[in-house]
């Protein structure tokens, strides 16, 4: 289908869509033969016809690309294309023609071109279904399974020293599933003597919260301590919700505290919230975000604590 008798250049452009985005594949034809291919996303919420995302797609493609071919086969006819056309033939400085096949060889063509762009569509649905399910949905399953509803912001903490030494924590935070590094912050315990992770972890949260209630105050803007999250993930059970809830207590907030309870490996086994250990399932998405989660607190506690080292 891609080698023609003819050995002229030419690009051939079809396109697939849904309700949100669409994919534009260009095939490239050089002396009769396909020398390469391209596919781009573009957005297709504000188009009502398919003739308007390739119009669009054709001005703002030969904007910018140096080699402009004789032909170009589109899967139809688009407004002002008898205009394009001669704007791209002072660019080329020789005639340039749009064609619409409907039959033949021409216009098996330009389906396949377009069954391509149908496939990169279809592909990109199904990894963002994917995604979706490993973020949003894993969000929204742990609000769930603590009976949230919508769980948008999580913080976690974490508190790293050797024998007392140079005690830190961590705070890193996800939104919607993925991490915001931005927000995240280090800590240098400076109140607290020897390897006390209650009374490290108690310093960390009050300075957390209490630089966040004097950023709401003072700034309009919401962003880093001045976000508060939805929930917030301790890395142990009963004491260290304690040491979370009594914190907020005395800072009048009202934020609810989850414990990851660990089984005799270390690993996470359920969730500790509001005195009962909730069993989670290992195999689902939520379960990974959490170990997800955990994994990253105690790196950024560790790699800070190995910097001061």
Not at 64 to 89: H, S
Request: charged share 30%; aromatic share 8%.
């Amino acid at each position: 289908k891609i080698t023609s008798q003819s050995m002229e250049d030419r690009d051939v452009i079809a396109m697939a869509r849904d309700e949100a985005d669409a994919v534009v594949q260009v095939f490239f034809v050089r002396d009769g033969k396909m020398i390469g291919r391209e596919h781009f996303r573009v957005s297709a919420s504000t188009a009502d016809n398919n003739y308007q995302i390739i119009g669009s797609f054709v001005k703002q493609f030969y904007a910018g690309t140096p080699f402009i071919p004789r032909e170009i086969w589109v899967q139809e006819k688009f407004p002002e294309m008898d205009l394009i056309a001669e704007w791209l033939t002072k660019r080329r400085g020789q005639a340039v023609k749009f064609l619409v096949p409907k039959k033949g060889q021409k216009e098996r063509l330009v389906e396949l071109a377009e069954k391509n762009a149908k496939l990169v569509l279809d592909q990109d649905k199904d990894k963002i279904k994917r995604e979706e399910l490993r973020t949003i949905g894993a969000m929204n399953q742990v609000g769930e399974w603590l009976g949230l509803g919508k769980v948008r912001r999580m913080e976690a903490y974490d508190i790293s020293n050797i024998s007392g030494f140079e005690s830190v924590g961590s705070m890193v935070v996800f939104e919607d599933g993925r991490p915001k590094r931005n927000d995240y912050r280090k800590f240098k315990i400076k109140g607290i003597e020897g390897a006390d992770d209650y009374g490290s972890m108690r310093e960390v949260l009050t300075r957390r919260f209490t630089h966040g209630l004097k950023e709401q105050k003072e700034s309009k803007e919401i962003g880093g301590f001045s976000s508060f999250p939805d929930l917030i993930l301790m890395d142990g059970g009963k004491g260290q919700v304690n040491v979370a809830l009594r914190v907020l207590d005395h800072l009048g907030l009202d934020i609810p505290v989850c414990g990851m309870v660990k089984d005799d490996n270390h690993r996470t086994r359920g969730l500790y919230y509001h005195n009962v250990e909730i069993p989670i399932d290992r195999g689902s998405e939520g379960f990974k975000l959490i170990t997800r989660i955990q994994d990253e607190a105690h790196r950024f506690a560790i790699e800070y604590h190995r910097s001061l080292r």
